[in-house]
């Protein structure tokens, strides 16, 4: 079973609370291991090889087996939900795909996420989410816009 | 600069595709795809969790736009003439604009529309938009994809 250490660090109390840029509302690193990428794969139905085999991932030029784009976004979001309290309040979740996540056939591949107030308007406050792995961030512009009251 | 756009076809952009079947969210998908993201929020597994936020039942993370988008881009991909080829397609982008989440219990169809294609050195960028509504025909998602197709010589 992957590991998943940290969770929501609520240093502002709740979504609800006041937000002030800067905040960081959740935090946690998650353990990929070759098993994730799999378990995504049948959750998901995207059944691309790059994401399982090596042979596949080395032969179009890859420098190993990658996660799926859409697991490092859906895990990274998934950071917030805690603190969010109610996913209905996610009015617009976006990424840029920027650096691959190479996944170890043993150590696997750590990926850290750290959530940021990163603007407070009428209404709306958009969260930055910085995801890394080996010490690059992996995605671009993520940024999570929720409904506070 | 020439026309030349990785190939794809600029006559994409506008065509008409028809809505995908309807696709009908399980309770167990949900808790499939949950644990998948590394989910940890009981919204996503407990009934009682979700119907405390007011939801029918449980909640489905986020990204699970996805999986019925996805349907949109197969049929994208299965245009005989777009001059895509999934080898040489990289996801560059991906955003989703929510009017509410995905709901257990939900039939949805996805209605797709390329909405750009730019050339970047040899490469398309192509954008489509996969626009999901409800059984009552009430928008609840526009998943929107950026892909970037690669020239056509690796």
């Given at each position: 079973?992957?590991?998943?250490?940290?969770?929501?660090?609520?240093?502002?109390?709740?979504?609800?609370?006041?937000?002030?840029?800067?905040?960081?509302?959740?935090?946690?690193?998650?353990?990929?291991?070759?098993?994730?990428?799999?378990?995504?794969?049948?959750?998901?139905?995207?059944?691309?090889?790059?994401?399982?085999?090596?042979?596949v991932?080395?032969?179009?030029?890859?420098?190993?087996?990658?996660?799926?784009?859409?697991?490092?976004?859906?895990?990274?979001?998934?950071?917030?939900?805690?603190?969010?309290?109610?996913t209905?309040?996610?009015?617009?979740?976006?990424?840029?795909?920027?650096?691959?996540?190479?996944?170890?056939?043993?150590?696997?591949?750590?990926?850290?996420?750290?959530?940021?107030?990163?603007?407070?308007?009428?209404?709306?406050?958009?969260?930055?989410?910085?995801?890394?792995?080996?010490?690059?961030?992996?995605?671009?512009?993520?940024?999570?816009?929720?409904?506070?009251? | 600069?020439?026309?030349?756009?990785?190939?794809?076809?600029?006559?994409?952009?506008?065509?008409?595709?028809?809505?995908?079947?309807?696709?009908?969210?399980?309770?167990?998908?949900?808790?499939?795809?949950?644990?998948?993201?590394?989910?940890?929020?009981?919204?996503?597994?407990?009934?009682?969790?979700?119907?405390?936020?007011?939801?029918?039942d449980?909640?489905?993370?986020?990204?699970?736009?996805?999986?019925?988008?996805?349907?949109?881009?197969?049929?994208?991909?299965?245009?005989p003439?777009?001059?895509?080829?999934?080898?040489?397609?990289?996801?560059?982008?991906?955003?989703?604009?929510?009017?509410?989440?995905?709901?257990?219990g939900?039939?949805?169809?996805?209605?797709?529309?390329?909405?750009?294609?730019?050339?970047?050195?040899?490469?398309?960028?192509?954008?489509?938009?996969?626009?999901?509504?409800?059984?009552?025909?009430?928008?609840?998602?526009?998943?929107?994809?950026v892909?970037?197709?690669?020239?056509?010589?690796?």
């Open positions: 079973m992957s590991a998943s250490t940290g969770s929501a660090t609520g240093s502002t109390g709740s979504a609800t609370g006041a937000l002030a840029v800067g905040d960081v509302v959740a935090e946690r690193t998650v353990q990929l291991t070759r098993e994730s990428l799999v378990r995504y794969a049948g959750a998901s139905g995207d059944f691309n090889p790059i994401h399982y085999r090596d042979d991932a080395a032969a179009v030029g890859l420098p190993g087996v990658l996660a799926h784009g859409m697991l490092t976004m859906g895990l990274s979001v998934e950071t917030l939900v805690p603190w969010l309290g109610d209905g309040r996610i009015v617009e979740y976006g990424v840029r795909f920027t650096r691959p996540v190479v996944v170890d056939p043993e150590t696997g591949a750590e990926v850290t996420i750290v959530a940021k107030v990163g603007a407070v308007e009428e209404g709306v406050a958009r969260i930055d989410l910085t995801v890394s792995h080996g010490g690059t961030t992996v995605l671009g512009k993520a940024q999570v816009r929720i409904r506070v009251s | 600069m020439s026309l030349k756009s990785g190939s794809v076809n600029p006559e994409l952009v506008g065509r008409d595709f028809p809505p995908t079947p309807p696709y009908l969210v399980g309770r167990e998908k949900v808790r499939e795809f949950a644990r998948a993201v590394f989910a940890t929020d009981p919204q996503h597994t407990d009934p009682a969790a979700a119907q405390a936020l007011g939801y029918a449980v909640v489905a993370p986020p990204t699970f736009a996805m999986v019925v988008q996805d349907l949109t881009l197969q049929q994208l991909l299965g245009e003439d777009s001059g895509i080829e999934l080898s040489r397609v990289l996801h560059a982008e991906q955003r989703f604009r929510y009017s509410r989440p995905i709901v257990a939900d039939e949805l169809i996805a209605q797709l529309s390329v909405t750009g294609i730019r050339t970047l050195g040899g490469n398309a960028m192509v954008t489509s938009d996969a626009e999901i509504t409800d059984a009552a025909g009430d928008h609840v998602v526009t998943a929107t994809s892909l970037l197709v690669g020239e056509g010589d690796r």
